[in-house]
């Protein structure tokens, strides 16, 4: 059931049940302390990694750091699946 599970996904292009987990329980780890602690995954959309940051200033610091960090996360993951990052401001209000 899980192998036909995963062969559905990889169809769908999405990724795979263990690397939604992994980002979500491994966050800290994967992305360091520093980055982990302004940050929050909230997402995986069609390739698309959704987080949400503290304020803009760490909105633009992951569109600058958007290739490496990808690239990191594929590489850790063994997933090719996420192909874009998209930081969501965190409404503080």
């Known amino acids: 059931m899980q192998q036909g599970v995963d062969r ?4 769908l292009r999405a990724p ?3 690397t939604v987990a992994d980002v ?3 966050w800290d780890d994967l992305v360091g302390p ?3 602690a302004h940050t929050e995954p909230l997402a995986i959309r ?3 990694l959704v987080v ?3 304020d803009t200033a760490w909105a633009s610091q992951l569109e600058w750091a958007q290739q490496d960090l990808l690239a990191a996360l594929r590489t850790e ?3 090719d699946s996420l192909v874009r990052l998209e930081a969501r ?5």
Do not use: I, K
């Open 89 to 93: 401001v965190r409404d503080v209000s």
């Open 34 to 36: 520093g980055l982990a």
């Open 46 to 48: 069609d390739g698309c």
């Open 8 to 11: 559905l996904l990889v169809h």
């Open 77 to 79: 993951l063994g997933d």
């Open 24 to 26: 979500f329980n491994r």
């Open 52 to 54: 949400a940051v503290d």
């Open 16 to 18: 795979r049940r263990d």
